[in-house]
Nanobody, 117 residues
């Protein structure tokens, strides 16, 4: 059973930083694409950042220059480094993963990030 375990969320003041981690377990497949999505109350889930197997990344315009997505292939782990956090970054952040050879995609359970003003 594949599981994505997220960690690193919490409460931070505006201007602060957090690092989210998403570790995959229960699979021998290698990570193809990893991504972070977020969903704020009353809003749709949106893509924050993604990274493919070649290390190419893309970001939502709202986080460019502040967030960095990275991956550790040996650990099947994806990270999201968040700097200069703003109150509007407050949301539940979800990890997404697609693996080579797997029949489906996977989601983490979500981790709350709250940025106070």
């Amino acid at each position: 059973q594949v599981q994505l375990v997220e960690s690193g969320g919490g409460l931070v003041q505006a201007g602060g930083s957090l690092r989210l981690s998403c570790a995959a377990s229960g699979t021998t497949f290698s990570l193809n694409t990893g991504a972070w999505y977020r969903q704020a109350p009353g809003k749709q889930r949106e893509l924050v950042a993604a990274i493919n197997d070649r290390g190419s990344t893309n970001y939502a315009d709202s986080v460019k220059g502040r967030f960095t997505i990275s991956r550790d292939n040996a650990k099947n782990t994806v990270y999201l480094h968040m700097n200069s956090l703003k109150p509007e970054d407050t949301a539940v952040y979800y990890c997404y993963a697609r693996f080579f050879g797997a029949l489906s995609d996977y989601w983490g359970q979500g981790t709350q990030v709250t940025v106070s003003s």
